[in-house]
């Protein structure tokens, strides 16, 4: 998060667009991908996972923890950062992130795992 971000900062900075425009597309890219596992191993608690046969039942009951507000935020992530891991009409272009807020949506998503991680379960299902 932190150095590939302070390089694509420093090449928009210095006017090296292309170099900042490929890194920023990296980034949003291995984002999305983030985002996507945060939701199999945190919101869903590893309960099922992609190319995994065994559905973990025990963890089941971590489940109730879940708010809207969680799934709101992972959706909006999504949503946003999609466009960067899957093909795109070439007359509606993905437009890029600027770099700070693309470091406020990682931040948020880091800040959102921690919390979430600390949440009981036995908190919200009461």
Same mark, same amino acid.
């Given at each position: =998060?932190? /150095?590939?971000? /302070?390089? *694509?900062?420093?090449?928009?900075?210095?006017?090296?667009?292309? #170099?900042? $425009?490929?890194?920023? %597309?990296?980034?949003?890219?291995?984002?999305?991908?983030?985002? @996507?596992? !945060?939701? @199999?191993?945190?919101?869903?608690?590893?309960?099922?996972?992609?190319? /995994?046969? &065994? +559905?973990?039942?025990?963890?089941?009951?971590?489940?109730?923890?879940?708010?809207?507000?969680?799934?709101?935020?992972?959706?909006?992530? =999504?949503? %946003?950062? !999609?466009?960067? @891991? #899957?093909? /795109? &009409? *070439? $007359?509606? &272009? +993905?437009?890029?992130?600027?770099?700070?807020?693309?470091?406020?949506?990682?931040?948020?998503?880091?800040?959102?795992?921690?919390?979430? *991680?600390?949440?009981?379960?036995? *908190? +919200?299902?009461?």
């Amino acid at each position: =998060m932190n /150095q590939r971000y /302070q390089d *694509a900062k420093k090449a928009s900075e210095n006017g090296e667009f292309e #170099h900042a $425009e490929i890194l920023l %597309k990296s980034i949003c890219s291995d984002f999305r991908t983030l985002v @996507e596992r !945060s939701i @199999e191993n945190d919101l869903l608690c590893g309960v099922v996972q992609r190319f /995994q046969r &065994p +559905v973990h039942t025990l963890k089941l009951k971590d489940l109730a923890k879940l708010k809207d507000a969680d799934c709101n935020l992972l959706d909006s992530l =999504m949503t %946003k950062y !999609s466009g960067f @891991e #899957h093909s /795109q &009409p *070439a $007359e509606s &272009p +993905v437009e890029l992130p600027k770099p700070d807020e693309l470091l406020g949506d990682m931040t948020s998503l880091k800040n959102w795992r921690e919390e979430y *991680a600390k949440r009981p379960a036995s *908190a +919200v299902a009461g």
